[in-house]
């Protein structure tokens, strides 16, 4: 029986050892620096040069100032229309517009600069990034385009409601159903510990 219980113990010391070593040895993998000019590969380079990039990236800012103008005209709308749910759904879009414009503008200017220095992985990168904000910006202005206001939640005034009643709906009670003769009948029990 001693016996027994020694060898468990030594094996789930070995166990417990070897996993702490196992461990041991994966966390320092993982703390070896990498190299300096490793660099990640993308998944799509762009085919266009550094100039090419500088042109569509100001089209691509264009574009989005043109959707923050159109998504602020609609919240103007609103306000002179005074519908407040549909105000406040347009002012959380048009805020993030303006988050998304403010990035691709700042990235704008570092794609100058990549361009300037001829890095084409900074170009690359902020290029790519200019793209990802013209979507952003494309995706809010379509759910500012969906914002519902208080008319379409609700009935407008004039509008009238029509109920009709289905004339084959039992005007009886079907709360009370008869026993059924069939269904025996539970005993009270004696002790609630039976």
């Known amino acids: 029986m001693v016996k027994r219980s020694v060898w468990r113990w030594v094996s789930v010391s070995f166990v417990v050892v070897a996993g702490f070593r196992m461990g041991v040895a994966a966390a320092q993998e993982a703390r070896r620096p990498r190299s300096a000019d490793a660099e990640i590969p993308s998944a799509r380079q762009a085919n266009l040069s550094g100039p090419e990039q500088m042109r569509e990236g100001g089209r691509i800012v264009e574009s989005m100032t043109t959707m923050r103008r159109r998504v602020s005209d609609m919240l103007d709308r609103s306000r ?28 704008q200017d570092l794609l100058q600069t990549a361009v300037g220095i001829n890095n084409d992985g900074q170009r690359n990168h902020e290029y790519a990034l200019l793209t990802i904000f013209r979507q952003r910006a494309e995706s809010l202005e379509a759910e500012a385009r969906q914002c519902i206001g208080e008319e379409a939640g ?26 059924d003769p069939i269904t025996p009948e539970r005993p009270n029990l004696t002790s609630p510990v039976m």
Do not use: M
């Open 80 to 107: 002179q229309e005074r519908d407040i749910i549909k105000v406040n759904c347009l002012n959380d879009k048009l805020t993030q517009i303006d988050v998304t414009l403010r990035s691709a503008r700042e990235h």
């Open 154 to 179: 609700g009935f407008g005034e004039g509008t009238t409601i029509s109920v009709r009643v289905n004339p084959n709906i039992p005007t009886d009670d079907q709360d009370r159903y008869p026993i």
